[in-house]
């Protein structure tokens, strides 16, 4: 098993910056791929980027390239979300989920077994 949770979530204006971080417990974290997901109210949860379990690829989706940066730290078992530029379109819950690297490809949806409990993140106009 692998725990997942989630910090840094909040409000904040259009424009404006937040941190979200994720801190995994449990399983060899680096045996794993990490991505963040996110729904917002009446729609599916989307994969919005991803990241190697070596942190050597990321991929983002065309929504939130540019302006999101995914990193991770092996050593302290966290993965982070830099989000810039916010726009109000980009209010969900935003989770973080892992799956294990044997086979998976990284930034296919499909595979993440474990997620956190998520974390709102509201954008204001």
């Known amino acids: 098993q692998v725990q997942l949770v989630e910090s840094g979530g909040g409000l904040v204006q259009a424009g404006g910056s937040l941190r979200l971080s994720c801190a995994a417990s449990?399983?060899?974290?680096?045996?794993?791929?990490m991505g963040w997901f996110r729904q917002a109210l009446g729609k599916e949860r989307d994969l919005i980027t991803a990241i190697s379990w070596s942190g050597g690829n990321t991929y983002y989706a065309d929504s939130v390239k540019g302006r999101f940066i995914i990193s991770r730290d092996n050593a302290k078992n966290t993965v982070s979300l830099q989000m810039n530029s916010l726009k109000p379109e980009d209010t969900a819950v935003y989770y973080c989920?892992?799956?294990?690297?044997?086979?998976?490809?990284?930034?296919?949806?499909?595979?993440?077994?474990?997620w956190g409990q998520g974390t709102q993140v509201t954008v204001s106009s």
């Open positions: 449990g399983r060899t974290f680096s045996n794993y791929h």
């Open positions: 989920a892992a799956a294990y690297y044997g086979g998976r490809y990284f930034a296919s949806p499909r595979g993440y077994d474990y």
